[in-house]
């Protein structure tokens, strides 16, 4: 029963990597055989950057979802270190060409510089939540490790959230368009980064919570 509940978090991760994934695919389907477009056509004529990012962010999102498991770490430490290894490369190379295609290519239909200047900020504290969580198992800092890479991956699966509010909204008030949608991609990265910070903050509320039953014990 453990075993299982240890890989419902992993299950729901890769679950949410899934939208994302198929946009990647319809997008590199495009880019293989499609027609250029006016929506597309920045794409066409810089498709390393926009390749690199989609394998990038499935290799990141997908093997990142596994290190979320308890007992995956726990029974293979080394499996763990190992995938670490490939994920925070896979991470950066997302990361830094998000950025590159958010200060080079023009913007499609509907984006602005509000859309941008959010995108280079989580581009960017991504960037650097990998940076500092690769330094921090260097130092054998676990603490701080976990808490980076928790933060890193939590803006990576910003795109899985984004859908799931979009789709939401369209659903109950209506189409999403300019500054609404805006803000809305706005919130799913707001969101991620909330659970993010309640996840982190969890060992330290369990330590409080046993220290409180087991002074309750010894004071009845």
């Known amino acids: ?9 992993p299950t729901a991760l890769v679950a949410l990597t899934l939208i994302p994934v ?9 880019l293989a ?20 990012h989609i394998f990038g962010a499935v290799a990141y999102c997908l093997g990142g979802a596994f290190q979320f498991s308890p007992g995956f770490r726990r ?9 670490g290894r490939v994920l925070i490369p896979a991470g950066l190379l997302m990361s830094l060409t998000g950025l590159w295609m958010t200060l ?44 980076w890479m928790i933060r890193g991956y939590a803006l990576a699966q910003g795109a899985g959230t984004q859908a799931l509010v979009t789709i939401a909204w ?35 509320r369990r330590r409080r919570t046993l220290y409180r039953a087991k002074r309750a014990e010894r004071t009845a």
Do not use: C, Q
């Open 33 to 52: 055989g499609g027609e250029v477009t006016p929506e597309n056509a920045r794409f066409f004529a810089a498709p390393v950057p926009v390749v690199l």
């Open 22 to 30: 198929a946009g990647g695919a319809l997008r590199l389907t495009d």
């Open 1 to 9: 029963m453990t075993s299982s509940r240890s890989w419902l978090l």
């Open 75 to 83: 029974r293979k430490p080394r499996t763990h270190r190992y995938l």
């Open 170 to 204: 369209v659903v109950l008030v209506g189409p999403a368009t300019g500054l609404t949608r805006t803000l809305l991609l706005g919130l799913g990265w707001v969101i991620n980064v909330a659970v993010a910070e309640w996840a982190i903050a969890e060992p330290g």
């Open 104 to 147: 080079f290519y023009p913007y499609p239909e509907g984006d602005g510089d509000l859309l941008a200047a959010f995108r280079l900020v989580t581009g960017s504290v991504t960037t650097l939540a990998l940076v500092l969580g690769f330094l921090a198992i260097r130092r054998r800092d676990l603490p701080r490790h976990r808490a």
